[in-house]
Every structure is written in structure tokens, then in C-alpha cells.
């Protein structure tokens, strides 16, 4: 399966058009419910505004939404929508918040406004690629350690938890392309002397 970009963190961007200000607020997130409570967030943190104007895209389930929020249809979620499909980027809510400076902007005014103001956030930002991992715990006795913590650096296999008992216990993620490739190798490569179990896929 492909893999997709998001966010680290919240970022914050902002201009002002025609006297109108508009923010934009990119929220990496997983689930509705945290959909809900950040725009309830986003609420608080910028009051009394025109506008809020919003699309998001969650990877689970493969949801995704756009709102005008009272602007003319078209004309301020779907570009904000555009964008993350564009840039294939999920599990986050794009919002762009209008302070109404009494200025109109027109339909084609108001689409760029939206529209550059979410990319600014989107595109000066370090997206974040998450790709499909095979997870594998791992019982490796000692005289093998070095050897293969050596071993899956070089392949650039991820060894995210060790714990250091009468074996040690690895937790390795493997890019699910490769999953294949790494239980033949490690079985060829200690001899079958290091047992593993398959523990399912994650994005990471």
C-alpha cells in the first residue's frame, strides 16, 4: 500500500487580503472525535470571526470532508480539500479562519484567498512521510546482538523497543515490502537461531 504525508505538529499561517484576515491552522489528528474537539479548539483560540471554513482527510477508514462555512459554495473548502489530495496528505483538519475586513473578494477572489493561505501552511511546512511496517518481535540471544542491531542499521530496518532479560527481546519494524525479504534473510543469517513473531502492520 502507498504511503502518505501529514503533519508533526499544529501550524499557523496568516495574511490579509483586501482587509480580510485570514488564518490558516493545520491540525495532524487520527479520528473524528479529535476533528470535533479541535475545531471547538479553533473556536476558542479565534472568536467572533466570519468564517471558518474547513477540509480534512483521515486515513482510517479513507473519510474525507470539506465545508464553506457560509462562504459561496465551492469557494473555500474545496480548495482546501484540492490541496491535500493533491499533496496526498492525510490525518489532518485544514481550517482557514475569515476576519471580514468589508472588502467582497468575489467567488475567484475568495477561492485564491482560502486557497493560498491553506497552501502556505501546507507547502512551508515539513510534511512527514508515513509509510506501511511489518512488526516483528524478536528473541535474540546475546552473542547475536551487535551482530544484527549492525545488521538491520544497514538495511535501515527500525528497531524501536530493546529489553534485556535471559534473551533479548526486540520490537523491529520492517517497510511491508520487505517483509518477505527480512524473514528469509534473518532465518539464512543466524541459522534460524533467533526466533521471531509476527505482530501485524503499522504506519510509521
Known amino acids: 500500500m502507498e504511503g502518505f504525508y501529514t503533519l508533526s505538529q499544529v501550524t499557523t499561517r496568516e495574511q490579509v487580503i483586501d482587509k480580510s484576515r485570514f488564518i490558516a491552522i493545520a491540525v495532524p489528528l487520527t479520528s473524528l472525535a479529535l476533528i470535533e474537539k479541535a475545531m471547538q479548539q479553533i473556536h476558542e483560540d479565534y472568536p467572533n470571526a466570519r468564517h471558518y471554513v474547513y477540509a480534512y482527510r483521515l486515513h482510517d477508514g ?3 470532508k470539506s465545508s464553506d462555512d457560509g462562504e459561496p459554495q465551492g469557494t473555500g473548502g474545496r480548495p482546501l480539500l484540492d490541496l491535500l489530495q493533491h499533496r496526498n496528505v492525510w490525518n489532518v483538519l485544514l481550517v482557514v479562519v475569515r476576519y471580514f475586513g468589508g472588502v467582497l473578494l468575489g467567488t475567484g477572489g475568495l477561492s485564491r484567498a482560502y486557497g ?3 497552501r502556505q501552511v ?3 511546512t ?3 512521510k508515513l509509510i506501511l511496517y511489518q512488526m516483528y518481535a524478536l528473541r535474540v540471544p546475546y552473542e547475536w546482538f551487535e551482530l544484527l542491531k549492525y545488521q538491520f542499521n544497514q538495511h535501515k ?3 524501536k523497543k530493546e529489553e534485556f532479560n ?3 527481546k526486540l520490537l523491529v519494524h520492517v517497510p511491508e515490502q520487505e517483509a518477505e525479504l527480512f524473514k528469509k534473510w534473518i532465518d539464512d543469517f543466524t541459522r534460524k537461531q533467533v526466533y521471531y513473531e509476527d505482530l501485524g502492520i503499522a504506519w510509521g
Open 126 to 128: 515539513e510534511l512527514k
Open 166 to 168: 535471559e534473551v533479548i
Open 157 to 159: 530496518w527500525d528497531i
Open 122 to 124: 501546507i507547502i512551508e
Open 116 to 118: 493560498g493561505t491553506a
Open 62 to 64: 479513507f473519510i474525507e
